[in-house]
């Protein structure tokens, strides 16, 4: 019966709060479950992406694998023509692939509902679909609002959102459990290459507001003193540390949110030390080798690198974003980071050459030029 009154309290909320501040940080835990019954029986339109290219063979050899984030499906999608171009083995949609956040509070979720149609129904993005497979995994802006995490309480039918969207198979093990987070293994033994697409957002824990708002490097976050919060989850950690404990050469590990940053008071791994001190443990840990991390969210990217924390260099390559670029430059400070960032729209290129045992991290601009990038020998990917 409880179940029942506190689905009844969220749905009264869905229909008349516009302001939502008053419970952005209040969600039940429980609210997913109380509000199933109500989702099973909801009559309104799921949209799906079109029909895509064939996801690569188990032993299929990947030398070109591209990633981008931040999109509106009715904004200009010229660069998805551009990267269509580039006949990539596949492409990573590692977030904010549409903006559908629920500024109504409504539970049935309009907003993402209509972006994700607007996306459908862009010739651009049919014609990407239809020449490049793709994988993808969620941040804010698609999994409901703006910098939430565990507190939205309807994130349970955006992952149900998510998963129509990028027709996920019936049997697909993410529709058995909570969260987006997922794997894949393609190519023999010697071009192995591992995509580990983390979920940043569903069991995310609550973050610690600034005290400076707008103040460089404390934007609107600062680095929480609770260690009790949690960045994955307990199940999704124990699912990567036995992912990475899986034999492959080269493994691209996703966050939607970046990971080395520490320039900034935005969302980012730096909110929770605690936990990206276990994610730099879990790697290293493993054992695992030939980990390169690939994160979006910033509108804006950059080739980072640490050297300090798993046994052999750590890199990051942010990509962001493919049509929401908001500035020609951006002057952030940069620990960890290669060189300067790039602002205008671009995308990002893994490129693999597995004769010459090298990995080239490259952002592209509008018209596929590489604007910033770092080569790197697979051989100095590994445990010293």
């Known amino acids: 019966m409880r179940n029942w009154i506190l689905a009844g309290s969220l749905l009264g909320l869905a229909a008349c709060q516009e302001d939502v501040s008053s419970v952005t940080q209040t969600a039940p ?49 010229a660069m998805l023509d551009q990267i269509s171009g580039e006949e990539a083995d596949l492409f990573l949609y590692v977030g904010d692939n549409v903006y559908g956040d629920a500024r109504r509070w409504d539970a049935t979720l309009p907003e993402l509902r ?69 794997s894949r293994t ?20 609550a973050l610690m507001p600034t005290d ?48 080395h940053a520490d320039g900034h008071g935005w969302e980012a791994w730096r909110t929770m030390p605690h936990e990206r001190d276990r994610l730099y443990e879990t790697i290293a840990a493993s054992g695992a080798e030939g980990v390169v991390m690939l994160s979006g969210d910033r509108h804006s990217s950059g080739l980072y690198v640490r050297e300090d924390v798993i046994g052999y260099p750590l890199y990051e390559i942010t990509s962001s974003a493919l049509n929401m670029s908001f500035a020609d430059e951006n002057n952030e400070p940069g620990p960890h980071r290669i060189g300067e960032m790039y602002a205008p729209i671009n995308y990002g290129a893994v490129m693999v050459d597995w004769e010459q045992g090298n990995v080239s991290l490259e952002i592209r601009g509008e018209t596929g030029d590489t604007v910033r990038d770092v080569e790197i020998s697979l051989a100095n990917l590994t445990n010293r």
């Open 29 to 77: 835990t429980n609210v997913v479950d109380a509000l199933a019954p109500y989702y099973a029986q909801l009559d309104v339109s799921r949209p799906q992406a079109p029909d895509g290219a064939a996801e690569p063979a188990s032993d299929a050899v990947l030398t070109q694998i591209m990633f981008g984030s931040c999109h509106r499906g009715d904004w200009d999608l």
């Open 114 to 182: 209509e972006a994700y149609a607007d996306l459908a129904a862009a010739p651009e993005f049919g014609r990407f679909r239809a020449s490049t497979p793709m994988l993808a995994t969620w941040d804010d802006h698609d999994f409901g609002m703006n910098d939430f995490g565990e507190n939205f309480p309807f994130r349970g039918f955006a992952e149900e959102l998510f998963l129509e969207f990028w027709r996920a198979p019936a049997d697909d093990v993410r529709r058995s459990r909570p969260g987006v987070y997922d």
């Open 186 to 205: 393609y190519g023999p033994e010697g071009q192995r290459v591992q995509i580990i697409l983390l979920d940043t957002r569903y069991f995310r824990g």
């Open 212 to 259: 400076e708002r707008g103040a460089v490097g404390r934007e609107r976050y600062v680095p929480t003193t609770d260690t009790s919060v949690s960045m994955l989850g307990d199940v999704q950690w124990a699912w990567l540390a036995e992912e990475l404990a899986k034999p492959a050469d080269l493994r691209l590990l996703v966050s939607s949110i970046q990971v």
